[in-house]
C-alpha cells in the first residue's frame, strides 16, 4: 500500500511540473525508475523517455485547447531536436549507465543554478507583447539550440523544457505561457524520437511505463489548469532548489558507483 501511494504521488507530481512550469518530468522520472524501481539506466531513461512524451503530450493538447501553442515555433525547434534526440540516443550505445546518470546529475545542477539565478533577476519576460515576430536570424539559435537540447535528452533522458522553455521566450518573442505549452510539444517530439532509438538497447518495461504515463497524464491536466494561479517566479525558486537537491543526490550515487 505504502509503495502504491508512493507511485501515485511521485507519478502525479511528474505531470504537474510538466503542467505548470512545461519541464521537469524526467527530472524525476529517471531517478524514479533507477532507485526506487530498480531499474538500471539505460533502461530508466528509455522508460523516462516514453512516460514523459506521453504525458507532455496530454499536456501541450490542454494548452493548444487555450490557443497557448505556437505550432509554427514547435514543429521548427522540434523537428531539429528529434534529429538530435534520435543521435543521442544511438550514441548512449558507447557510453555506460553510471556515466549517463552522471551526466544527467551535472546537467540538472547546472540546470538548477541557471533558474535560480534567471528567477532572483526576474526580468519581465512574461510581460512581452503577444507578437510573436522573429527574424531570420533567430533561426541559427533555434537549430543550434534544437540539435544541443535533442542529443543531450537522447543520451541522458532529460526533457530539456528548462532550457527550451528560456530559448523559446528570448529567441522568439513568445510570451511565457505559450512558451510552455509550446515546450510540452516539443518535449513530445523529442521524447518519441528518443525512444525509438532506445528500443533495440533496452527491453522496455511497459507495466510500470503504463502504469506512470496514466499517473502523470492526470497530474499534467491538473497542473495544466491550476498553472495560472502561481507565481512563476515564486515556482521556479522552489523547482530550482528541489532541482539542485535530486542532482546532488543522483551526482553522489553514481560517483560512488564508478
Known amino acids: 500500500m505504502a509503495s502504491l501511494l508512493l507511485t501515485i504521488l511521485l507519478g502525479s507530481s511528474i505531470g504537474m511540473l510538466l503542467g505548470i512550469i512545461g519541464s521537469g518530468g524526467s527530472v524525476l522520472t529517471v531517478p524514479i525508475f533507477v532507485y526506487l524501481l530498480g531499474m538500471d539506466a539505460k533502461t530508466a531513461i528509455a522508460a523516462s523517455l516514453v512516460v514523459v512524451g506521453v504525458t507532455s503530450l496530454v499536456g ?16 521548427g525547434f522540434g523537428l531539429v ?10 550514441l548512449a550505445q558507447f557510453m555506460d549507465g ?3 546518470l552522471l551526466l544527467f546529475a551535472v546537467l540538472i545542477v547546472v540546470a538548477s543554478l541557471l533558474m535560480l539565478r534567471k528567477s ?20 541559427p539559435f533555434i537549430i ?16 530539456g523544457g528548462f532550457m527550451v522553455v528560456p530559448a523559446l521566450v528570448l529567441f522568439t518573442g513568445l510570451p511565457m505561457q505559450v512558451a510552455l505549452g509550446t515546450s510540452l510539444f516539443i518535449i513530445t517530439l523529442k521524447s518519441i524520437s528518443g525512444a525509438v532509438g532506445y528500443l533495440d538497447q533496452v527491453a522496455m518495461p511497459w507495466v510500470d511505463i503504463v502504469v506512470f504515463s496514466g499517473i502523470a497524464v492526470c497530474g ?27 542532482g546532488a543526490f543522483v551526482f553522489v550515487r553514481s560517483s560512488m558507483a564508478l
Do not use: C, P
Not at 531536436?81 to 544511438?90: I, K, W
Open 60 to 75: 501541450s493538447f490542454s494548452y493548444y485547447r487555450r490557443g497557448l501553442v505556437d505550432l509554427r515555433v514547435g514543429l
Open 81 to 90: 531536436a528529434m534529429l538530435g534526440t534520435y543521435l543521442g540516443a544511438r
Open 98 to 100: 553510471d556515466w549517463q
Open 120 to 139: 532572483f533577476k526576474h526580468k519581465a519576460e512574461n510581460q512581452r507583447s503577444g507578437k510573436h515576430d522573429y527574424g531570420f536570424w533567430t533561426y
Open 144 to 159: 543550434a539550440e534544437g540539435l544541443v537540447v535533442g542529443v543531450l535528452t537522447g543520451l541522458v533522458g532529460i526533457g
Open 220 to 246: 499534467v491536466v491538473l497542473g495544466a489548469k491550476l498553472m495560472h494561479r502561481f507565481s512563476q517566479r515564486q515556482l521556479e525558486q522552489v523547482f530550482s532548489v528541489f532541482l539542485l537537491l535530486i
